[in-house]
């Protein structure tokens, strides 16, 4: 149980161009979504909070014009990089908090590879 | 500040080897402290979650430790394994109200037949 998935699993685009990538909850209602980013040989850092229905919360630094969050439902999360430059070039982890957990636990997701060319 | 750091930053060793890795955190509040491992090009899975009244917890050939007096905690990793080669990561959460995960900065494990 408790598995969250992404998509793409790796993505290579032209610079200018957007990019959405995907993260859902299989087998479980997510209220919470988080978004992170992760560079090479550096630990995850979270970029937003997502809750359905509502806007995401953006961490400091995080432009929320460039990076759009939606979380429509309870299963689905959606990160789009717009107008991806080289510099976006990264590791994108989502992850889930389940409805009515009342622990803290994230369920974590596979990631996606971005590449910007 | 709230902080976690984790040494050593890598470690390489011999299959069938021990090994522990080691978190300290200053999180105040604290809530719970979690292990996770993460393959190269991979999201992060669970190993084990300790709470704050909890000072031992296995999952098969891991074993971590929690020392919430001194804020350290450790992960032994027993008769490694090949695949146990991967980063592991400590995770400290907060108290009540906040959700977010402090990261360490995770420790790269490498290990050698």
């Known amino acids: 149980g408790a598995v969250v998935s992404q998509h793409p699993s790796w993505v290579i685009c032209k610079s200018g161009t957007s990019v959405k990538i995907e993260c859902r909850s299989l087998d479980f209602q997510a209220t919470t979504m988080f978004w992170y980013r992760q560079f090479p040989k550096q630990s995850l850092m979270l970029m937003a909070t997502?809750?359905?229905?509502?806007?995401?919360?953006?961490e400091q630094g995080v432009e929320k014009d460039k990076f759009l969050i939606n979380h429509a439902s309870l299963t689905l999360s959606t990160l789009t990089v717009t107008s991806a430059h080289p510099e976006d070039s990264s590791f994108y982890i989502c992850?889930?908090?389940?409805?009515?957990?009342?622990?803290?636990?994230?369920?974590f997701g596979p990631g996606t590879r971005l590449t910007v060319l | 500040k709230n902080q976690v750091e984790q040494s050593p930053q890598s470690l390489i060793i011999l299959e069938g080897k021990n090994c522990t890795l080691q978190c300290n955190y200053t999180v105040s509040p604290f809530s719970n402290l979690r292990w996770y491992k993460q393959d190269t090009g991979r999201g992060p899975v669970s190993l084990t979650i300790m709470t704050f009244s909890e000072n031992t917890k296995s999952n098969g050939r891991y074993t971590a430790t929690l020392d919430a007096d001194t804020k350290q905690s450790s992960l032994h990793i027993t008769a490694s394994q090949l695949s146990d080669s991967a980063s592991y990561i400590c995770v400290v959460s907060g108290g009540p109200g906040t959700y977010k995960y402090i990261f360490g900065t995770g420790t790269r494990l490498k290990v050698l037949a």
């Open positions: 997502s809750n359905e229905g509502s806007k995401a919360t953006y």
């Open positions: 992850s889930a908090r389940e409805a009515g957990d009342w622990t803290d636990t994230q369920y």
